[in-house]
Each structure stands twice: as C-alpha cells, then as structure tokens.
C-alpha cells in the first residue's frame, strides 16, 4: 500500500493515522484500559515448555521482545501505568490496536473551543445583567458545570478539547 505523508497526517492504503509530524508528537495512543482484557502475553518459557501455545499466533499480528522491567531501558509511564512504567513493547502493540481498530484520538477545532469559552462568556454577562441576583448565582453554576464536563465529554468520544480556555473564561466572567 502507498504510504502518503503530510504535515497533520499519514495515509497508509485506505487508513489515515492522525499524526503531527513537524510537532514532535507522533500519534496518540488509545491504550487498552485495565479492567478490559488486555493484549495477550506468551512468555518465551511458557512457549518451549508447551509447543502448543504457538497456534495462539495463528493469523494475528505479533510483537516479540523483553518486558522485564530491569532487562530494558525503553519503558515510559502512560496513563494506565502511573507508577509502574509500560514496557516499549507493550506500548507498540496498543499503537498498533490504535490503528488497527482505527479509533484515533484527534483535537476539537480550535474555533468550538473558543466560540464555547465565548458563548460561556457572553451567557454570564447576560445572566448578571438581566436576571435577578439569585438566579445569576445559579445561572453560572451550570456555566460552571457546563465548562468542566465539556472537555470530558469531547474526550469520551475521541477529541481533545482544551479544558483551560472555557474553565477559564467561565470562571473570570462569573466571578
């Protein structure tokens, strides 16, 4: 397949691959969350102890390396690994689930996070102008609400939306 390089993506064959590559950031990862079944593991004992476990390899993509934490210097910390590192190797196989299941995460537009920290804004001006004190108050604890549940809402579906911009400018004009 042709692989196509531009400046905000890859394209290999029919998939594109989301990926900055003049800004240092590759590709993010989606790692496989620890409550469900994680990638499976053969360790190379278990393999020449029991021949049979190879036919687990039958038809699947497989990464072979070292895991033990001593053994390898190429172990980063990732969000489901805060205090003890992921092995490289593990690290490689939840990028290739990223892409093979092609479930990228991408950033929301710049101008939905700007048009909502606006809109937030423009609300609780409009709230302390027109509508008694008592409803304002409770007007911009939903703005407020509203302006930390967003991000998260984004990024249960995939787009990193910026958290400091509405946070803030929803607490700066209620405050």
């Not at 394209?11 to 003049?22: H, K, M, W, Y």
């Not at 992921?86 to 048009?115: C, K």
């Amino acid at each position: 397949a042709a692989i196509i390089e531009s400046p905000d993506d890859v394209q290999v064959g029919e998939t594109v691959i989301p990926a900055r590559l003049q800004g240092g950031r590759l590709m993010r990862i989606r790692y496989v969350p620890p409550r469900m079944e994680p990638i499976p593991r053969v360790t190379l004992r278990d393999l020449l102890a029991d021949g049979r476990l190879a036919a687990r390899f039958s038809g699947r993509v497989v990464f072979v390396g070292i895991t033990a934490q001593t053994a390898v210097r190429d172990w980063l910390f990732t969000p489901y690994s805060p205090s003890v590192p992921m092995a490289g190797l593990e690290i490689h196989a939840n990028a290739y689930e990223t892409i093979a299941q092609r479930r990228f995460i991408t950033d929301a537009p710049s101008w939905a996070v700007l048009g909502f920290a606006a809109l937030l804004a423009v609300a609780a001006a409009a709230a302390f102008a027109f509508a008694p004190l008592w409803q304002a108050y409770l007007i911009g604890i939903g703005l407020l609400a509203a302006a930390h549940t967003v991000p998260y809402w984004f990024f249960t579906r995939g787009q990193v939306f910026s958290y400091t911009v509405p946070v803030s400018s929803a607490w700066f004009t209620v405050v």
